[in-house]
């Protein structure tokens, strides 16, 4: 094996590369009446084998290079690059009509980062079982014509919006958890949905271990435990559609693994008109959080506080029947934050297990803000040229929901006196995606953060300026 030290190659790498970007996702908007290429029939590594039908197995690959310029998290200073590696296999097992078993095998790896790169295992897990479990359907349970799916085992879990409980699509590693989960649905399109599962520890956990791409068995423990009830109908007055649903989330420290001891209950729901050409769309989802939880995670903090938080998301817009067909909408979000640290009380939204790119942006090496402490309104611009291609342009301001609480996405940047201001400032987000072919996709992305009064005057804060942060991502379907 070859190896060579890329230190030197990485200011020209990261410029062609973050222009390369750019480039990409500037010209799904800027080239008009770009044809889409010629459908083909996709390759599917099942057919290719000659399998048997009682098995399927599938696969995917992305690759994807990050480069963030200027830091904004405490001690952090210069530049950071990452090359992020994910791989997905998949296989199902059929016997009969009503059973199969699912395995999905997960692979994620970074190279090009270093010890000043932000590093942890939701950007490196390897050779991992994401999946394992048994699937059982049944039609016309309970009512003629419903259809009834149950899981057991380890699983990925999409809920809703994804605000609360999803499978990760642009983070490296995707969460898992080892459960139960039975969504029953009507003939009407009415869905019920419960789970009971405990959310998979990704190890291996050091920043050393992490940077080697070391190779560690995740592992479930009965003192972190996620349930709850999803209910979905599509029978509201004029098209609109609802969600509702109660969450519970319980942990308690084990012999391996230091918690806060949350007691988390989430009830919420979610009302929206769906987007359709020449027509207003609107949505608005309400979390409410209740329970207790400790400030760290430490066997010395033994402190129960008393926990309250909130979170709601409106958004309201307008499809065009234009060319592309472009969608305009404003959106504003609000998560609780903590007003003070000495009160007993907590009052910062907990985000779980939700991700946040479809919200606030990029996660990964950026991942500046989060759904926690904030205060967001923005407006978004989506064009879809033809089948093949969209993009969107994004800009949002940000204030800290409490301004002695910290900034999240800064890894809790805080200053408890409230003299650094509350204002976070500005982000441009420019994201295209292409499906080059029915096995290729190419998706690009550029994000242009910009800093508020708080980044100027927290205690801590790198004072590094705006920062630039470039995504260009390769994956192959199969």
């Known amino acids: 094996m070859i190896c060579f030290n890329p230190i030197p190659f990485r200011p020209c790498v990261k410029i062609i590369l973050s222009y390369a970007g750019f480039l990409f996702a500037f010209c799904l908007l800027a080239v008009p009446g770009a044809a889409p290429a010629a459908e083909t029939d996709p390759w599917r590594l099942s057919e290719a084998a000659h399998l048997p039908q009682w098995i399927s197995i599938a696969g995917e690959q992305r690759t994807r290079y990050e480069t963030l310029d200027n830091q904004f998290r405490a001690g952090g200073s210069g530049s950071d690059q990452i090359l992020s590696l994910r791989t997905l296999a998949q296989a199902e097992l059929f016997f009969g009509k009503n059973f199969k078993v699912k395995l999905e095998l997960q692979d994620s790896r970074a190279e090009l980062a270093d010890a000043g790169s932000r590093m942890n295992n939701s950007i490196v897990n390897t050779a991992e079982l994401l999946e394992a479990n048994l699937v059982w359907t049944r039609k016309n349970l309970f009512v003629q014509g419903s259809q009834s799916v149950l899981r057991a085992g380890r699983l990925t879990l999409d809920l809703g919006k994804r605000r609360f409980v999803a499978r990760n699509r642009f983070r490296n590693v995707i969460q898992g958890y080892t459960g139960l989960d039975w969504k029953w649905t009507a003939k009407d399109g009415d869905q019920v949905q419960t789970l009971l599962a405990l959310p998979v520890n990704r190890k291996p956990t050091f920043t050393d271990e992490l940077l080697d791409n070391d190779a560690a068995f995740d592992e479930e423990t009965f003192d972190r435990i996620l349930w709850g009830i999803f209910f979905t109908t599509s029978r509201l007055p004029n098209d609109h559609k609802g969600e509702f649903y109660f969450f519970g989330f319980n942990e308690d420290d084990a012999e391996r693994l230091q918690t806060r001891n949350r007691k988390l209950y989430t009830p919420g729901f979610r009302l929206y008109r769906p987007a359709k050409t020449n027509q207003f769309d609107y949505e608005l989802e309400t979390m409410i959080q209740f329970g207790s939880v400790r400030?760290?995670?430490?066997?010395?903090?033994?402190?129960?506080?008393?926990?309250?938080?909130?979170?709601?998301?409106?958004?309201?817009?307008?499809?065009?029947?234009?060319?592309?067909?472009?969608?305009?909408?404003?959106?504003?979000?609000?998560?609780?934050?903590?007003?003070?640290?000495s009160d007993g009380n907590s009052e910062r939204f907990e985000n779980l297990f939700a991700p946040n790119v479809a919200d606030f942006g990029p996660t990964s090496i950026h991942t500046a803000f989060v759904r926690s402490n904030i205060s967001s309104p923005g407006a978004r611009l989506l064009v879809k040229p033809n089948k093949k291609i969209s993009a969107y342009l994004s800009y949002r301001a940000y204030w800290l929901a409490s301004d002695t609480d910290g900034w999240q996405g800064a890894s809790g940047l805080r200053d408890a006196t409230g003299n650094s201001g509350s204002f976070l400032g500005h982000q441009l987000f420019l994201r295209g995606k292409w499906k080059v072919h029915s096995n290729v996709k190419l998706e690009a992305g550029l994000a242009y953060r910009i800093d508020g009064e708080f980044q100027k005057q927290a205690p801590a804060s790198p004072r590094q300026g705006n920062t630039v942060y470039s995504y260009l991502s390769t994956s192959l379907f199969f």
Do not use: K, M, N, Q
């Not at 472009?326 to 504003?332: H, K, V």
């Not at 609000?334 to 640290?341: L, N």
């Open 295 to 341: 400030a760290i995670a430490s066997p010395s903090d033994t402190t129960d506080l008393d926990h309250f938080a909130f979170y709601h998301h409106v958004e309201a817009g307008y499809s065009f029947d234009a060319p592309w067909s472009p969608r305009l909408f404003f959106e504003y979000d609000y998560a609780s934050g903590d007003d003070d640290p």
